[in-house]
């Protein structure tokens, strides 16, 4: 087991800079932003937390970088539009990574919120004292205005159960870590799915015993992609497909 080494600087009161970095990948996804942005504006690590919009739009119509236009006008400068030059939701979250200079890393998608003011906070401060790797908290879908079938959810059920109690993280939102962590292993491979699940695994075998689930932190996430199983089959967890 590899010792978690070169110390995370403090999460300074009124730090001069950000120091965590959220980072959202996003594919044609302007109508489900806003609510994202709006939880974490509320989060209390608010004015400490850069998010990064790492937007792929090849044909420049999918409207995220005019949505986040409109929320830095609006005085939340602490968010910003990264244009991602090809498709691949790993390959966005790893650029998103690269163009901060934040010591940590979280991550989250277009489609989701935290239910809670203070998760940011809890998901960090574990890596800042160095008592965890890589951490990761609850998720729970919100209901569908279709039916479900029942393939979708038994693997959405069992993705839920793995998260709390396997040794890896199979769901990325809020899935977090510190960027000398992630640079340790290497980073996200340039999967199109399942990317956090194989980026935990790696983590884990260097950190041993060191992912951290936080039960009190919950995602609420949209249920496209849960709807999208049911049209599509387990190619809907390809960013390459736009479920909408």
Not at 89 to 100: K, Q
Request: hydrophobic letters at 35%.
């Amino acid at each position: 087991m590899s010792h978690i080494g070169h110390p995370e600087p403090p999460l300074q009161k009124k730090p001069q800079a950000p120091t965590i970095c959220c980072v959202i990948p996003t594919f044609d996804e302007r109508d489900y932003l806003g609510n994202t942005l709006v939880s974490l504006r509320n989060q209390t690590l608010a004015d400490r937390t850069e998010v990064v919009i790492a937007d792929y739009d090849p044909d420049g119509k999918g409207g995220v970088k005019e949505k986040v236009d409109q929320y830095r006008n609006n005085g939340y400068t602490l968010v910003r539009h990264l244009s991602v030059p090809r498709k691949g939701i790993s390959f966005a979250r790893h650029l998103g990574i690269l163009s901060s200079l934040c010591p940590y890393i979280v991550n989250l998608d277009a489609d989701v919120r935290f239910e809670n003011d203070d998760a940011i906070e809890r998901l960090v401060i574990p890596l800042w004292k160095r008592e965890a790797a890589v951490t990761c908290c609850e998720y729970e879908m919100e209901k569908s205005e279709v039916e479900i079938s029942p393939l979708a959810n038994s693997v959405y059920q069992a993705a839920v159960v793995m998260q709390r109690h396997s040794p890896v993280v199979i769901l990325e939102p809020g899935m977090s870590f510190t960027r000398y962590v992630y640079n340790e292993v290497g980073g996200f491979s340039d999967l199109k799915q399942y990317e956090g699940m194989e980026l935990s695994a790696r983590i884990v075998a260097k950190y041993l015993g060191m992912k951290r689930y936080i039960p009190d932190v919950k995602i609420i996430a949209s249920p496209r992609r849960l709807e999208g199983f049911t049209k599509y089959g387990l190619i809907a967890a390809d960013y390459d497909v736009p479920v909408r």
